[in-house]
């Protein structure tokens, strides 16, 4: 129980640490050309990674197909500009009926 | 750079909506984070608190995981590889902060993932106000979801069957989407980290599959 509470403790200060350090120290600095094209690219890549980690998760164990269809649904909704909740849900509908079926 | 007021009620309003969507998510995502924490043998009062000072769900699963399956060695590795990403994300939206060290260290706090992508401007500055009003309402989500998920403890089995599971994948999406379609050049970049993060955690943890894929950004870096 107390290796609990301790985890959780150095978990918050690892994770405050982590977010603080830049804008502490860095302040007005500007980023080369090229740092900035990475930064700017950072978050498709995060997304795209994040994802297919929770998709599959550890092993692939978490793989399941009826989740991609909904997730096709949300995609194809949003390029056809439909509002993000509308998408979720009926993303949500489309897997969760399949799971019925199934 | 100093924003004029209108623009920064603009940037909270443009928060406060996209963090209304997203916070549907992460409560979605925190009852089975809650769930799950209880059912993994820890108590609901600590998981509830885990919730409010780390507000990081892919932290806070690691650490769950590996603290079941090993150390607390592991299990903190783990969860901090998982938030490594915070550091570069922080520090990109170091201009626009304000205040001294101190303040800017104490906004950089509102960087969380769904918020720091929305907020992300394409000449690469933050919109400083979205960022931090999209992580208002996500926090207090987050945790009133954990506590329900923890003290209600609803099945996996009823999260599953109602597609709940798809929710914060599919907000993920949906930026994705955005994000792509705003800047097509970097579609490369998004198949490429979807298949190392798929290849990734077939083997390895999956903050170190997360990892991985953030290095595709490095693409960008040959074009530039």
Redesign the interface.
Same mark, same amino acid.
Request: hydrophobic share 60%.
């Given at each position: 129980?107390t290796?609990?509470?301790?985890?959780?403790?150095?978990?918050?200060i690892?994770?405050?640490a982590?977010?603080?350090?830049?804008?502490?120290?860095?302040?007005?600095?500007?980023?080369s050309?090229?740092t900035?094209?990475?930064?700017?690219?950072?978050?498709?890549?995060?997304?795209?990674?994040?994802?297919?980690?929770?998709?599959?998760?550890?092993?692939?164990g978490d793989a399941d197909w009826t989740?991609l269809p909904?997730?096709a649904t949300?995609?194809i909704m949003?390029?056809r500009h439909a509002p993000?909740?509308v998408?979720?849900l009926v993303?949500?509908?489309?897997?969760?009926g399949l799971?019925?079926l199934t | 750079m100093a924003n004029q007021p209108s623009t920064r009620a603009t940037g909270w309003r443009a928060g406060l909506k996209?963090g209304a969507?997203l916070a549907?998510?992460s409560f979605a995502l925190a009852i089975s984070f809650g769930a799950y924490a209880v059912t993994h043998g820890?108590?609901a009062g600590?998981t509830i608190?885990?919730s409010l000072?780390?507000?990081?769900g892919?932290?806070?699963f690691a650490?769950v995981?590996t603290?079941a399956g090993g150390g607390?060695g592991p299990?903190?590795a783990s969860?901090?590889l998982m938030?490594?990403?915070?550091?570069?994300?922080?520090?990109?939206?170091?201009?626009s902060?304000r205040g001294g060290?101190?303040r800017?260290?104490?906004?950089?706090?509102g960087?969380v993932?769904a918020s720091?992508?929305s907020a992300?401007r394409a000449d690469?500055t933050t919109d400083r106000e979205k960022l931090l009003a999209a992580t208002l309402v996500q926090w207090p989500a987050w945790v009133a979801g954990t506590a329900i998920g923890a003290l209600a403890v609803p099945s996996t089995g009823f999260i599953?069957? /109602? $597609?709940?599971?798809?929710? #914060?994948?599919?907000?993920?999406?949906? @930026?994705?989407?955005? %994000? &792509?379609?705003e800047?097509t050049r970097?579609i490369p970049?998004?198949?490429?980290?979807?298949a190392? /993060? $798929?290849l990734g955690?077939? #083997?390895l943890?999956?903050g170190v599959? @997360?990892l991985?894929? %953030? &290095?595709?950004?490095?693409?960008?870096?040959r074009r530039?």
């Open positions: 129980m290796s609990m509470y301790l985890a959780v403790a150095v978990l918050a690892i994770n405050i982590f977010k603080a350090v830049g804008p502490a120290i860095l302040g007005d600095h500007e980023f050309p090229g900035q094209s990475v930064l700017n690219a950072l978050p498709v890549a995060l997304l795209g990674g994040l994802i297919t980690v929770d998709l599959l998760g550890p092993k692939w989740m909904g997730l949300i995609a949003r390029l993000d909740l998408c979720i993303g949500v509908a489309v897997t969760a799971r019925a | 996209v969507g549907a998510g820890w108590p600590l608190l885990m000072v780390v507000f990081s892919s932290a806070q650490l995981t603290l607390m299990a903190l969860a901090a938030n490594l990403r915070f550091v570069p994300m922080a520090a990109a939206t170091a201009g902060l060290r101190l800017r260290a104490l906004e950089g706090q960087v993932d720091w992508v992300r690469g599953e069957s /109602a $597609g709940l599971d798809l929710v #914060f994948p599919g907000f993920f999406l949906v @930026l994705l989407v955005d %994000s &792509v379609t800047s970097l970049v998004a198949l490429a980290a979807t190392v /993060a $798929g955690c077939r #083997f943890p999956t599959a @997360l991985l894929a %953030s &290095v595709s950004a490095l693409m960008t870096l530039s």
